[in-house]
């Protein structure tokens, strides 16, 4: 499956190449036709197979770059999305979206630790499994917009597509202390079928 604006930028492109090669030649045409391929490549959005349970799953495709305590109940991890990984963006648990927050920002490049709360980012709040989630589409040094396609109140299962970031980007992830997190800083996810952490039981530890 390709996402539909993959499409239409495809179009364009093809059709601007058909132009130049009409007017200069196949060489600048080529150049358009190798931006439309990829264009159509860089918007894939692959089926994936939802794992059951109570889990979190990453929102995101790309390599965890941070796992951190962001306060003293909160621990965050972080995905970084480089122009090669899926960019469709799924959410980590089935609930009820609570709050979505945009937040005006800088272009820092995604992969750097300044850019969870500096940058140009959309928070979305979800409340479900009796617990809260809040994760962050975050833009980067290319990437400039954010596209989410639910609002308030609207009820979304675990790794149901929400929207995308164009290009480059950041995904953070927000979870409290019933969550056991089960990635570390270099490991590559996939969303919606990557696992990024596990309900804990009433006996377990809380694990970072």
């Not at 308030?152 to 980007?169: C, M, N, Q, W, Y």
Request: aromatic share 8%.
């Amino acid at each position: 499956m390709i996402v539909i604006t993959g499409i239409y930028y495809a179009i364009a492109l093809i059709a601007a190449g058909g132009l130049l090669f009409w007017l200069v030649g196949l060489w600048a045409a080529g150049v358009l036709w190798l931006l439309a391929l990829f264009c159509l490549y860089f918007f894939r959005d692959p089926e994936r197979r939802i794992p059951p349970g109570d889990v979190a799953v990453s929102p995101a495709d790309g390599k965890v770059v941070a796992v951190k305590a962001e306060s003293p109940i909160l621990t965050r991890i972080s995905i970084f999305l480089n122009v090669f990984d899926v960019h469709v963006n799924r959410t980590p648990i089935g609930g009820t979206i609570a709050k979505v927050q945009y937040q005006h920002g800088a272009f820092h490049v995604a992969s750097k630790e300044e850019c969870s709360v500096q940058n140009e980012q959309n928070v979305v709040t979800v409340q479900g499994q009796g617990t809260t989630v809040v994760f962050k589409q975050i833009a980067g040094l290319i990437a400039r917009r954010i596209v989410f396609n639910r609002k308030p109140g609207d009820h979304v299962a675990t790794g149901e597509r929400i929207g995308l970031i164009k290009f480059g980007s950041r995904c953070d992830v927000l979870l409290g202390p019933e969550w056991n997190i089960t990635v570390r800083p270099g490991m590559r996810v996939a969303a919606g079928s990557s696992i990024i952490a596990r309900r804990r039981g009433q006996d377990q530890p809380h694990v970072t």
